[in-house]
């Protein structure tokens, strides 16, 4: 597997004026690890993003989809319903951990309600692109309830997506174009990554066509392995970027000296 190319110039023209826009005001410019992303991910080859946190890796994983979701829903806003896209997740993002997933919805609300207002305030519809979020503590309520209107973009949990294949769930999941795996590292070579392989290789055979995958994970070696991991049959591009992030960081001490902290009121602050 190839390591992606330099970056191009003017990696933010590929996109909509309004997520350019958006983009922009939230970041001073995209590292070079999107850029290097962005290309693999525009041509439709599956893709494992290798980088520390704070790299900026995961809005790199979803920036596409995003903008391609929102010109979709505005352009298809004031058609009948009957003539809009059938309901279906279109992305759908897996996370080992729970709390990490609820993170990622969080997160997502910012460039979502941002890039609809641009859009909005540029004289267009509203789009509304919905996230859902389904893992083992998700009510049997509100699985109904994503199973009659599912969301555009589903996250969840390997396991969580195993029970839907296996369900009248994975009904909805036949739309999904763009699957995006996180902490990859953290599957690959365990039992639940191979359940994961399994689960990813059973949602393609629903499709019509395999659906691109994009893989991100912390640093890690070696990284064809995992790669492979992550694309099964398919052919993976690799895009690593192995800098430390930058950070700002300082110590501080409390007393002017460590070996002779003083007591206050009969009480040892090392007690």
Same mark, same amino acid.
């Given at each position: 597997?190839?390591?992606?190319?330099?970056?191009?110039?003017?990696?933010?023209?590929?996109?909509?004026?309004?997520?350019?826009?958006?983009?922009?005001?939230?970041?001073?410019?995209?590292?070079?690890?999107?850029?290097?992303?962005?290309?693999?991910?525009?041509?439709?080859?599956?893709?494992?993003?290798?980088?520390?946190?704070?790299?900026?890796?995961?809005?790199?994983?979803?920036?596409? $989809?995003?903008?391609?979701?929102?010109?979709?829903?505005? $352009?298809?806003?004031?058609?009948? /319903?009957?003539?809009?896209?059938? /309901?279906?997740?279109?992305?759908? +993002?897996?996370?080992?951990?729970?709390?990490?997933?609820?993170?990622?919805? !969080?997160?997502?609300?910012?460039?979502?309600?941002?890039?609809?207002?641009?859009?909005?305030?540029?004289?267009?519809?509203?789009?509304?692109?919905?996230?859902?979020?389904?893992?083992?503590?998700?009510?049997? *309520?509100?699985?109904?309830?994503?199973?009659?209107?599912?969301? *555009?973009?589903?996250?969840?949990?390997?396991?969580?997506? +195993?029970?839907?294949?296996?369900?009248?769930?994975?009904?909805?999941?036949?739309?999904?174009?763009?699957?995006?795996?996180?902490?990859?590292?953290?599957?690959?070579?365990? /039992?639940?990554?191979?359940?994961?392989?399994?689960?990813?290789? !059973?949602?393609?055979?629903?499709?019509?066509?395999?659906?691109?995958?994009?893989?991100?994970?912390?640093?890690?070696?070696? !990284?064809?392995?995992?790669?492979?991991?992550?694309?099964?049959?398919?052919?993976?591009?690799?895009?690593?970027?192995?800098?430390?992030?930058?950070?700002?960081?300082?110590?501080?001490?409390?007393?002017? *000296?460590?070996?002779?902290?003083?007591?206050?009121?009969?009480?040892?602050?090392?007690?």
């Amino acid at each position: 597997m190839d390591e992606a190319r330099e970056p191009t110039p003017h990696a933010l023209t590929r996109f909509s004026d309004e997520v350019r826009g958006w983009f922009l005001d939230a970041f001073p410019e995209p590292t070079p690890l999107q850029e290097c992303a962005w290309d693999v991910i525009e041509g439709g080859e599956n893709a494992l993003v290798i980088a520390p946190t704070g790299s900026g890796k995961t809005l790199a994983a979803f920036l596409f $989809a995003i903008d391609e979701l929102m010109r979709e829903k505005a $352009a298809t806003a004031d058609l009948p /319903k009957k003539e809009r896209p059938g /309901k279906g997740v279109r992305v759908l +993002y897996i996370s080992p951990l729970k709390a990490l997933g609820a993170d990622v919805e !969080r997160n997502l609300q910012a460039p979502l309600a941002g890039i609809a207002a641009r859009m909005a305030a540029a004289g267009g519809a509203m789009p509304e692109v919905r996230t859902g979020m389904r893992t083992g503590d998700t009510t049997p *309520d509100q699985r109904r309830s994503l199973q009659r209107n599912p969301p *555009d973009i589903l996250i969840t949990t390997p396991e969580s997506l +195993y029970l839907m294949l296996t369900s009248q769930a994975r009904e909805t999941l036949r739309t999904v174009e763009t699957v995006i795996v996180d902490e990859v590292h953290a599957l690959a070579g365990s /039992k639940r990554g191979a359940h994961l392989a399994l689960s990813l290789e !059973r949602l393609d055979d629903l499709l019509d066509e395999p659906a691109q995958r994009i893989g991100l994970s912390a640093t890690v070696r070696p !990284r064809d392995e995992i790669a492979r991991f992550l694309g099964g049959p398919h052919p993976v591009r690799v895009v690593a970027s192995e800098g430390r992030p930058d950070m700002d960081v300082r110590v501080r001490v409390p007393v002017r *000296d460590m070996t002779a902290v003083p007591t206050f009121g009969g009480s040892d602050l090392t007690g």
